[in-house]
Every structure is written in structure tokens, then in C-alpha cells.
């Protein structure tokens, strides 16, 4: 590989925590963050829980000189709240808006309303092409009984299925953001097996931060310390993850995260801590291989192929789970909505009596009688809500069921291809003509 330059690059990531009037400080915390990135002066600034326009707008006015090029992602009824700073500029962009992000019935989380996606922005660094992702999945709320597994798996499904689609031509791939799961969680194998990406934490040189790199730590005066459980040290959810590519090898040469207070201010950023990642981009011109490096890179491409078939598996089961308990809650709907119309049918009935006997008086007082059918009405309405909402739910799943289930025979597919690892076997080749497998056989 023959070196052609290097470019530095520094990545910085922040979920804000920016919920106007419910969050803590919240003026005064975006202040310190504006203050924070004109003086350190990222090349690109990935933020998540930037829910108020005017925040964005702030920001965008305070670090028009640092980072002249930024884009507000919109989506949801109070918007995706990600939003991206750059001082390289911005090509293009794009944002996908995840197909399931929990209920909106479930109002105190608030999921739902805030419209969970992923943005992409297209980068020119100097001669190269830089593809940047910022995501927010949804909250993990019970680690023990987590109702949302199954939506946060198909979203890092269709997270994965993104980069990969959108990232072809790419020189370099970096994604930073809030995935709300644990480092050997299944959505977070899921993403980095499938897409190729490489942890900034686990591949930097030098790491400065809190202790296993923990991004929500009890010291954190936001953070109630009931909420992290079992986990006392604190919990590692927010990642900045890269890739290269056959012209540009990414390495990572540091990494550091916030450790809660900020010198000279009396509370932190977040409640989340920040990350930075400083990058080096290396081209090179590609070389002919030996064919011992083939049969190595082949042998590895083998057991990666292996390693995926099981991860996606593994995330089918749990759609199926979810696709299980889907049916049930939307078969549930369906039997409370017959049980109201029926009821409502019988009112009618009975308000017909007196139209049908002449003379004959309402056997109900008329107040009852009204809030009884009100009851019964809102109940049909609710009912008939829910049960478009769990179809929806059920589509989705089954969508991405569907994909898991072709994926998992296209995977397979790939690994009868490759050779068979036999250890302490000396391996030879096959007669032309005569695969491994039926030699196997």
C-alpha cells in the first residue's frame, strides 16, 4: 500500500437533552455547548436531542464561523431533533424516518412524538467523500421487561440497511449518535456486522474519558441514579462509529468523552456525555494480492458471514416475538371495539322503543342514557385507533421479518462458497470441476 496523504479530521457527539421547558437549564446548557465548540473547533459536530428549532437556530448563528455548513433534520411532530455542524461543506442530504418508534399512547415517554430517524449528509473533505450519519433510536426504559426491544431492532435493521444503500460510493463512512444500547446488545452487533463499522472506543489509540467509556454516569448531576440499575458505574450508549474503504483506510488515533462537570460551570452539557473522536484518513492506491492473503481475507470473509447469519437470526426471533405480541394487542382492540359497537347497538335499540310503541315511555333517565352511549362511542373510536395502529406495527414487522428471512438465505447462500475451515487439515485443491461440498459429501 503505497501512502498518498493523511487528513485529520475530529468528530464530535452530544445528545443535548434539549426538551424546552421539561429539561433542566436548558438555555444555559446550549450556551456552554456553543461556547464549547466554537473554542475546540470540530471538523463536524453530530447532535441529538436538539427538539426546538430556535435552539438549532442559535447554534447555528453562534458557530456560523467555526462551522459555516449545518442542516436541521425535520421530522415527527417536534421534529427528529438531530442536527449536524460541519466545516467542510455540505453536498446533500437526506433523512429516514424509522417505520416503528414505540406509541403515542405512551405519552410520558414520548418516543413517538419526537419522530426517531437517521440523517445523512454528503461531505467534500478535500478530494474525498465523506458520508455522515447522526441517529437517535429509541429509549430503552426497562432493561428487564423492555417492551421496545423488538422496535429498537428493526430500527437498527433498517439503520444498517441505510448505510449500506446509501454509502456505496463513499470514501469514508462515520456515524455518530444515541442508539440506546448496550455495546453487545443485538441491534448494536446488528449494525456494526452487517455495515462494517468500527467502534471509535475500542479501536482508538489513546482514549481520555470516563472509565469503560461509559456515556451516562452516576456523577452526572442530571441523571438519576435508579434509572441505570444494576449498571453503578454507568451505562456506554452513544457511539461514534467509522468505516473506509478500498482507497481510504480510517484509523482512529484518540478518543474522549466529558466527565460530567465542566470546569468552571456548575452543571454539565447533558445529562449524556459528549464524545470526540479525532480521525486519520489515509489514502492509498490498491495492490495485486498473493494468493495466500486471497485465502486468508476469504477464510476471515467466511467466519464474518458466519458470525452474521447467527446475529440476524437472532434479531428475526425477536421481530417474530414482537410480531407475537402485536397480534395479541391488536386482536385485543378488535374484541374491545365489537364489545362497544355492541353495546352501542343495543342503545339504539333502546332509544328506538318509544318510536316503535306509541306512548311508551324511555325506560333509562336521559342523562344515563347519553353518557352511556358517549361511553360507548369513545370506546369504538379508541378501539378502531388502536387496532389501524397495531396493523400498521404488524406491517412493519412483518416487512422487516420478510427481509431478515431473505437476508438469512442470501447469507447463506454466500457461505456455501466458501471453503470449509478443517484445522490441523492441510488444505488442497479441489479437482476442476468438483466443489468443497462435494468433496464434503
Known amino acids: 500500500m503505497t501512502n498518498a496523504d493523511s487528513v485529520r479530521i475530529r468528530v464530535f457527539s452530544l445528545n443535548c437533552w434539549g426538551i424546552r421547558f421539561l429539561s433542566k437549564l436548558c438555555t444555559e446548557r446550549y450556551a456552554m455547548i456553543g461556547d464549547m465548540l466554537c473554542k475546540e473547533e470540530h471538523d463536524i459536530v453530530l447532535l441529538q436531542e436538539v427538539w426546538s428549532e430556535k435552539d438549532y437556530l442559535f447554534l447555528k448563528k453562534k458557530l456560523s464561523l467555526s462551522h459555516p455548513h449545518s442542516h436541521y433534520f425535520k421530522s415527527g411532530v417536534i421534529g427528529s431533533g438531530l442536527a449536524m455542524f460541519s466545516k467542510h461543506r455540505i453536498r446533500d442530504t437526506f433523512l429516514y424516518r424509522f417505520s416503528l418508534n414505540g406509541y403515542p399512547y405512551m405519552a410520558h415517554h414520548g418516543d413517538w412524538f419526537g419522530g426517531k430517524a437517521v440523517g445523512m449528509a454528503v461531505l467534500s473533505i478535500g478530494s474525498l467523500t465523506a458520508n455522515v450519519y447522526v441517529t437517535h433510536l429509541h429509549a430503552e426504559y426497562c432493561r428487564e421487561k423492555d417492551s421496545y426491544l423488538p422496535h429498537r431492532v428493526v430500527q437498527a435493521w433498517e439503520l444498517q440497511q441505510f448505510v449500506r444503500h446509501t454509502s456505496a460510493g463513499a470514501d469514508v463512512v462515520i456515524l455518530g449518535g444515541d442508539l440506546n444500547m448496550h455495546p453487545q ?41 435508579k434509572e441505570l440499575g444494576p449498571f453503578e458505574k454507568g451505562i456506554r450508549i452513544d457511539y461514534i462509529l467509522f468505516k473506509g474503504s478500498s ?15 465542566v470546569p468552571d460551570h456548575p452543571f454539565p452539557y447533558s445529562d449524556h456525555e459528549a464524545l470526540m473522536a479525532e480521525l486519520r484518513l489515509v489514502s492509498h492506491t490498491p495492490i495485486e494480492t498473493g494468493r495466500e492473503k486471497c485465502i486468508k481475507e476469504k477464510d476471515s470473509t467466511a467466519g464474518r458471514v458466519a458470525e452474521l447469519v447467527d446475529i440476524v437470526t437472532e434479531a428475526r426471533t425477536e421481530v417474530k416475538v414482537g410480531l407475537h405480541c402485536t397480534e395479541s394487542m391488536r386482536y385485543t382492540a378488535a374484541r374491545t371495539g365489537v364489545m362497544g359497537l355492541a353495546l352501542l347497538l343495543l342503545e339504539l335499540a333502546i332509544a328506538a322503543v318509544p318510536w316503535l310503541a306509541l306512548g311508551a315511555e324511555q325506560p333509562f333517565p336521559l342523562t344515563s342514557f347519553y353518557l352511556l352511549a358517549a361511553l ?63 468433496q464434503e459429501e
Open 376 to 438: 360507548c362511542f369513545a370506546i369504538l373510536l379508541t378501539t378502531f385507533m388502536l387496532y389501524i395502529l397495531y396493523t400498521m406495527e404488524l406491517k412493519s414487522l412483518q416487512g422487516a421479518e420478510d427481509q431478515m428471512r431473505l437476508a438469512v438465505g442470501s447469507l447463506q447462500e454466500n457461505l456455501r462458497g466458501f471453503p470449509l475451515a478443517q484445522p490441523h487439515v492441510s488444505l488442497r485443491k479441489p479437482p476442476e470441476g468438483v466443489s468443497v461440498m462435494d
Open 185 to 225: 446488545d443485538l441491534g448494536n452487533r446488528l449494525l456494526r456486522s452487517y455495515t462494517g463499522l468500527r467502534d471509535a472506543y475500542l479501536e482508538t489509540d489513546t482514549f481520555n474519558g470516563c472509565e469503560d467509556g461509559v456515556t451516562l454516569i452516576a456523577d452526572n448531576p442530571f441523571i438519576n441514579k
Open 247 to 261: 482507497k481510504v483506510d480510517v484509523f482512529c488515533d484518540s478518543m474522549s468523552t466529558t466527565k460530567g462537570s
